[in-house]
């Protein structure tokens, strides 16, 4: 399995730490990118073209932004379709549409090309360590197939079911992240703002029923000024939970938390910070509550 030639397209936050992980296993690899100098800053052997890169490969991982960058890279003349060959293998790593990804996996199973659909979590300081957890669908053959590449980047891997089902169940996580985040932004900003002292007062939450990941590992570091800068930006959440409204609507489930989750991200972009990292949104929310920054002294 250590032969495996794999290729990467996209070499962003996380295609990049993930394709330095491969690299650093010794395996063989090649990335493509709209912007070469993502394959610089990540020091990763590029391609000329997607085909290209497909024709010195094994295993293909795609690590975009969601089904609409995807889907041309797939179905486009010079896409992956149109260049694979029977015995390859694809794992899509996106946040991805479900239903879109039931319709890609058809295609490539038509080419005689294995698919996975494989949603990560675990943020870039995971895929640093190579310690992301991996939401798998698709056939049992398939994953087997690509369980010893998943193990360079992963320590985690759940196997949901057929096609779709790990996009499925990265867009539910998803959506999880989101709530407690902005919730847990707009609780600190008023626990700021009525005088409490944050350090204690997350050590209390994270001993009580209040406790979830972002008051365990986002907010210690931020009481300190420290953004964890490099994870997924605020428009890229808003994305995610656009995502999940729209499979919550295919599959006749009310939501009644998403209105509140996207009112707080879109806030966050109004506000001039939709590229910046998604636990930003705390400051949106400081701003409208007056200048609020929980690393900074409270007023008075």
Known sequence: MSEQRVGVIGVGNMGGR????ILDSGRPLVGYDRSPEQL???????????????????????????????EPVVFDDDGVLAACSPGQLVADLSTASPSSTVRIHAAFLERGVDFLDAGISGGAAAAEKGTLSIMVGGSDAALDRARDLFSTFASNVYHMGS????????????????????????VMVAARKAGLDLTTFLDAVNHSSGVNFATLNRFPSIIRGDY??????????????????ELLGELGVP???????????GLAIALGY???????????????AGGVRLHEPAEG
């Open 18 to 21: 993930i394709s330095r992980r």
């Open 40 to 70: 610089e800053r990540f020091g990763v052997p590029g391609a000329v073209s997607i085909a290209d890169l497909v024709g010195r490969s094994d295993v293909i991982l795609f690590s975009l932004p969601d089904s609409r960058v995807v």
């Open 163 to 186: 096609s779709g089902s790990g996009h499925t169940a990265k867009l539910l996580n998803n959506f999880l992240n989101g709530v407690s985040l902005a919730a847990t932004a707009e």
């Open 228 to 245: 964890l800068e490099g994870g997924l930006t605020g428009r890229l959440m808003t994305k995610d939970i656009q995502l999940y409204v």
């Open 255 to 265: 939501s009644t938390s998403a209105p509140g989750c996207l009112a707080a991200f």
């Open 274 to 288: 939709g590229d910046e990292i998604s636990n930003r949104v705390v400051d949106a929310i400081g701003d409208v």
